[in-house]
């Protein structure tokens, strides 16, 4: 038995795969984002906070860590409405993406604002520096130094989970090929081709990620 390889069918659509591929990546770099600040905000409560705000959050991580990603998703789209929220499918994935990497890179960061010592902290408050200032120059920043390759394979790993929003029907890149392989039936030539894009969308996030690490945390070393 042979097979006939046609990818007519998936150049022809070239242009709805981008769409798509345009769509994760905007859901990625957002969720990327709005994660970030929830997590860093999460992780100072946790390690600093009064006990009710570090129950609040621990709770929040385990539901989150504990629970599947798509059940997650059915209960912000299909969910919400019961209680008057409708959501259309772009927003409520974003939201659900933003929900469930805030919990992982919460922890990541937890571990590198831990790894910071009080002695470091204490000197700077000695020096003169304000709470917040000590916060950001002192700890949150090394600490995201130390976590950089476990949050950025976080982020990664969250633009590759994000095929499963195309269970809500959020037109991202797996969603558009569900489409086209529903309207030709060439699915080894659609599946095969995305799943090439999205190899090349982790590899252009992890230049990316890279280019960054370089130019926020990487030290200078005047070797004269």
């Not at 599947?68 to 998703?73: E, G, H, S, W």
């Not at 409708?86 to 929900?99: E, G, N, Q, T």
């Not at 090394?142 to 989970?161: C, E, G, H, K, N």
Request: with cysteine.
């Amino acid at each position: 038995m042979t097979y006939d390889f046609q990818f007519d069918a998936v150049f022809a659509s070239w242009d709805m795969l981008l769409g798509g591929a345009w769509l994760t990546i905007k859901l990625s770099f957002g969720a990327m984002a709005i994660g970030l600040v929830v997590a860093i905000l999460c992780a100072l409560g946790k390690t600093s906070g009064p006990k009710p705000v570090r129950w609040l959050i621990n709770a929040y991580i385990e539901v989150i860590r504990n629970t599947p990603f798509l059940v997650q998703i059915f209960l912000i789209f299909f969910g919400l409405p019961s209680v008057g929220l409708r959501l259309s499918p772009d927003v409520a994935a974003l939201i659900a993406m933003v929900v469930n990497v805030g919990a992982y890179a919460t922890e990541i960061i937890r571990a590198g604002i831990e790894s910071i010592h009080k002695g470091q902290i204490e000197a700077g408050l000695a020096l003169g520096l304000r709470p917040l200032q000590v916060f950001r120059y002192i700890v949150l920043k090394p600490a995201l130094r130390t976590v950089y390759p476990a949050l950025t394979s976080q982020f990664i790993l969250l633009m590759l989970s994000s095929s499963i929003v195309s269970a809500i029907s959020a037109d991202e890149l797996t969603s558009v090929a569900n489409n086209i392989q529903s309207q030709t039936f060439r699915s080894f030539e659609i599946y095969i081709v995305v799943t090439g894009i999205y190899l090349v969308l982790a590899l252009m996030f992890s230049a990316l990620f890279a280019g960054i690490y370089r130019l926020a945390f990487a030290y200078t070393v005047d070797r004269r």
